[in-house]
């Protein structure tokens, strides 16, 4: 069977042979500059050749800064104790007396906006207590909350970059009916937390809890927070 011959060539259309230049004149050369060239891929370049990322760009590292430089003086409130700490119900009077309050705006954003709790009230009181020592991988922060009738303390950890890791309850005080309900957590040096719970009258001055538990929590290296309970009479 033969081939036609006829067949229409395929090839660049028309409009794609059009010369811009004068018929017979040679193509233009595209020199770059030496210094151009080395400065490719650099900031200057992108942001010469391509502005609209590079305001996104600048507009990302801006926030980043910012956030980082709020969540270290975030930081600053909470000061690093040596452990062991014992962490009692009256612990929190001795905080408020040493510790600068923190800011409303930065509650906000650190404690309210990632709380387990979901919920606040005008009336509560945080007080930044301690920031546990020679976390190098992220931060670990204590703080007390106080609303009606419930004392809580609160473990935190976050990343290096401020975003929250885990966040649990690792003691408190609690008034129900004619008993008191308190929780007296310890860390440890090995980043152990050991919690003895357990109910007493109120009208009795001494700590003597009945039906009392043991808990106990490990703070790992990553930040994240495991928990068990040992069910045992102490």
Known sequence: ???SRTAPRRGPTPELCRRSEPRGARPKKIRVPPKEIKDRGTYTYRLRHYPHLCCQIEEYLYMNKEKRTSFDRFLSY???LDLP???TA???HEFSKTNTPLPQPMIQEYLLDQSIEGATDAYDEYIPCLKIPNTNAFHAVVYFKATLLVYEYFLLTYDLDGEQ???EKIGGMLTEGEKIHRAIPTISEDWTIHIVEGANPIE?????????RAFSMELLPDGKIIYSLS???I
């Open 78 to 80: 909470f000061p690093e």
């Open 231 to 233: 069910d045992h009479n």
């Open 204 to 212: 009795s001055k001494k700590y003597q809890p009945t039906n009392s």
């Open 90 to 92: 009256d612990a929190h």
């Open 165 to 167: 890791i885990a966040q």
């Open 1 to 3: 069977m033969a081939i």
């Open 85 to 87: 700490v014992i962490l």
